[in-house]
């Protein structure tokens, strides 16, 4: 291993806008299991799931982020419905909610990678546009726009999504929900249809996030293996239910992995996430910006 300052300079600017990604993907489940304690382990596969409808659209010649933003009520929708099916199936009937619940998440998970393949195959699909395969030349180094894109997506949930949490009603709800159902029943919510308007705004986000994975990079139907553990990392590293954690999660890790990744090959990369979970973990239980 050679040191030198310019790839570390240049795996620290890929870090950054690969950290990004990491949370625009990982939002929606920092709502879903931060914030609701349901254990959404379909989250990547709904997330898939967007890229392939992302497919559709782009194919009909709309932008790929365009194609996402519109497939988000249609998403909402769709959590709204499994969140009902999970409650009525599994919260309502107590303590072994978790554990059947986990089970009927992997389930989902599984049902949608194989609808995936009968109907698109096992082949990689990618997207069209301007700023796919472009890159912006800053000095000795080349940006890829995709990259940069993804960037601002996830600035933007971020933002909005704190905004949405901290200064609305609902959104003091969504956070408190998880905490003290009895004293949101006093304060006139019915914590049922909180949940379950949260679960569809997480669900809705993943159509975004999946519209993103998508222009980074070729999907296939078993690509939410490759991100079902870095999501749940990023998500308890931030502490459950920190949007702004999983922003400044996401960076922690996307950093690290492109240093250890420039500087000791790809082979060491995927042990970045778990490594850095049980480091924080040992030192701060609840998470970098635990509740």
Same mark, same amino acid.
């Given at each position: ?9 240049? !795996? ?21 299991? $931060? ?43 769709? $959590? ?33 990678? &194989? ?14 546009? !301007?700023?796919?395969?472009? /890159?912006?030349?800053? $000095? ?13 997506? =996830? ?7 704190? &905004? ?33 308007? =949260?679960?569809? &705004? ?39 239910? /920190?949007?702004?954690?999983?922003? !400044? ?9 492109? &240093? ?12 970045? =996430? ?18």
């Amino acid at each position: 291993m050679i040191f030198s300052l310019d790839l570390l300079t240049e !795996a620290v600017i890929f870090g950054v806008l690969l950290g990004c990604f990491y949370a625009a993907v990982s939002i929606g489940l920092s709502v879903s299991f $931060g914030l609701l304690d349901v254990p959404h382990v379909a989250h990547p596969a709904v997330m898939i799931l967007g890229s392939y409808f992302t497919y559709l659209l782009a194919n009909q010649g709309l932008d790929p982020i365009l194609s996402g933003v519109i497939l988000m009520p249609a998403f909402f929708v769709l $959590g709204v419905l499994i969140y009902r099916f999970y409650y009525e199936s599994f919260e309502k009937r107590g303590s072994e909610a978790g554990v059947r619940g986990l089970a009927f998440f992997f389930g989902l998970a599984f049902i949608i990678e &194989i609808g995936l393949i009968l109907t698109f195959g096992v082949d990689q699909r990618t997207v069209r546009a !301007a700023y796919i395969g472009s /890159s912006w030349e800053l $000095g000795d180094y080349r940006i890829p726009y995709r990259m940069l894109v993804a960037f601002g997506v =996830a600035l933007a949930l971020t933002l909005a999504l704190t &905004i949405y949490l901290s200064k609305t009603f609902i959104g003091r709800a969504i956070k408190a929900v998880a905490q003290d159902q009895g004293a949101l029943r006093l304060m006139g919510a019915n914590p049922v249809r909180i949940k379950q308007w =949260a679960f569809g &705004i997480a669900t809705a986000v993943s159509a975004l996030a999946g519209a993103m994975v998508i222009v980074v990079g070729p999907v296939e139907p078993s690509m939410d293996r490759l991100y079902i553990g870095r999501t749940f990392c990023i998500v308890v590293l931030a502490g459950l239910g /920190s949007m702004t954690g999983t922003l !400044a999660s996401g960076l922690i890790l996307g950093i690290s992995e492109s &240093i250890v990744l420039m500087f000791f090959g790809a082979s060491w990369a995927p042990a970045v =996430a778990f490594g850095l979970l049980l480091v924080v973990l040992g030192i701060r239980p609840q998470g970098l910006f635990g509740r």
